[in-house]
């Protein structure tokens, strides 16, 4: 029975093939293509197909983690994420292919990098750990910690979690508030949940917060977590709650897929994004472009929650919030959520001369200047400019070319993230495709064309860090 199951991943993947090369004119397409097929055997056999196909998913994961990057355990010396429970890992993690330097592959032009299939692997979109299911992964700790509060089991039974824990943010991650910045972080050193909120947050926060907050802490349906037969959790669950992946307003890690394309083998893994200095932002959802934290709370229901699958979410049974009543209460609360504080910053959001360190200001010029950091991340507005860019990745490789059963297609636009507290938020870029800061620093050098020395390079990593 796994045989057939393991053929129906490879199916879903050559299909995603086939339909990258079809031409608008052909026949129709399969509705499974768009639609989430409904579950055609019983429970009992599917958990036992997935349970048996489990260590060889894992470890084919876990066999291309190893192929692109370094995942052991490094820290840079003196450099804590904003609670100072968790050290900033250090230096590039991404493999170089055999024979070329990063010297050497900046000096190239995109075409002869695709021609001779030099791009490294780790600069290509991150697979989800199961592409042909998908859906929503938790990092252990979340998992343990939500069990251990509420006795809700956000552990699937077809995979794990596939990053090291010292490769993702610090757990649980502070909080820090707009309307009261002289407290500093109010999480007093717990994970926020249905349980502990009140008790925590009562006396800081409004009526009205505190109900939006309340709201974003109860736990609905989803996709994977429901009552059905069509879920990936042993037990009939509860669902999930907006802050299991957006833990304490910032971020533990957690990935599902992008809800935006069609077919399951091109959507690309999406890393859970930080809610801190929401706001401030006018676009909202890496591609879907929405232009207000209520729309953008309102639709995470049908979109996060449930792959943007309206059709499976009615029977799985959809949380629709009321527009006036209880999607602008949870908009308030997420719109008091700060960034960590960086006091090496003025208010303008440039570095004080006379708290920067020399390597730091070198930094800094690099980011407005020959870096090009600016272009997108602009310091004044909290270092993103409301804007969709697309990189043009695709120069440097084939579109198309497969990575267990995701099927690479163009990125197109994808929103500017903030910058403000990235020491914070590891791995980076929309799909977490990137381990370290120094990593992000070598994409762009190569992805922008701005050939920085080795020197410019690490004055830019110190800059990031006092963001």
């Not at 894992?58 to 010396?77: H, K, W």
């Not at 509060?149 to 991650?173: G, I, K």
């Not at 979109?303 to 308030?332: C, E, I, W």
């Not at 929309?430 to 620093?441: F, I, W």
Request: hydrophobic share 35%; net charge negative; charged share 25%.
């Amino acid at each position: 029975m796994p045989k057939i199951s393991t053929l129906t991943v490879v199916g879903a993947a050559a299909l995603g093939a086939v339909v990258y090369s079809l031409e608008a004119n052909s026949d129709p397409l399969p509705p499974d293509l768009t639609y989430r097929p409904l579950a055609t055997l019983p429970f009992s056999q599917v958990k036992e197909i997935d349970e048996a196909q489990k260590s060889a998913v894992m470890q084919r994961q876990l066999d291309t983690l190893n192929r692109r990057y370094d995942l052991s355990n490094r820290p840079e010396e003196g450099a804590m994420m904003s609670g100072g429970t968790r050290p900033v890992q250090s230096g590039v993690r991404v493999k170089l292919p055999d024979g070329v330097s990063w010297d050497s592959l900046a000096s190239m032009t995109p075409q002869e990098i695709r021609e001779k299939r030099l791009l490294p692997e780790g600069f290509m979109p991150l697979p989800h750990v199961k592409q042909a299911t998908g859906g929503q992964v938790f990092p252990n700790r979340q998992i343990e910690e939500i069990n251990r509060q509420e006795a809700r089991d956000l552990r699937r039974f077809d995979v794990d979690f596939d990053l090291p824990d010292h490769m993702t943010p610090e757990f649980p991650p502070p909080i820090f508030l707009t309307t009261h910045p002289e407290l500093g972080d109010v999480s007093r050193g717990q994970l926020l949940t249905i349980k502990n909120h009140y008790e925590l947050l009562n006396g800081i926060i409004t009526p009205v917060q505190m109900e939006g907050l309340r709201l974003l802490l109860t736990p609905f349906p989803q996709e994977e977590f429901n009552q059905t037969e069509d879920r990936k959790v042993a037990g009939q669950s509860l669902g999930v709650a907006c802050l299991d992946c957006h833990a304490n307003f910032s971020t533990n890690g957690a990935f599902h897929l992008t809800p935006d394309i069609r077919p399951q083998a091109s959507r690309f893994r999406l890393d859970t994004t930080s809610l801190r200095g929401m706001f401030n932002q006018q676009i909202h959802g890496s591609k879907r472009s929405l232009r207000s934290v209520e729309d953008f709370t309102e639709f995470e229901q049908r979109t996060a929650y449930f792959n943007g699958d309206h059709v499976s979410a009615t029977r799985k049974g959809a949380n629709l919030p009321d527009r006036t009543n209880q999607v602008a209460m949870m908009a308030q609360m997420q719109n008091i959520i700060n960034f960590p504080p960086a006091p090496k910053l003025d208010m303008f959001g440039r570095l004080d001369r006379a708290r920067a360190t020399d390597r730091e200001l070198e930094g800094e010029k690099v980011f407005l200047g020959k870096g090009r950091c600016a272009d997108c991340h602009i310091p004044q507005t909290s270092f993103m400019d409301n804007n969709m860019h697309d990189l043009k990745l695709e120069r440097f490789y084939d579109v198309g070319r497969t990575i267990n059963d995701f099927v690479a297609i163009p990125d197109g636009p994808i929103k500017t993230f903030t910058l403000r507290g990235i020491k914070d938020t590891p791995p980076y870029l929309h799909d977490g495709r990137l381990m370290t800061l120094a990593d992000t620093v070598e994409f762009f050098n190569l992805v922008l064309g701005v050939k920085l020395s080795q020197q410019e390079k690490d004055a830019l990593v110190a800059y990031l860090l006092t963001l």
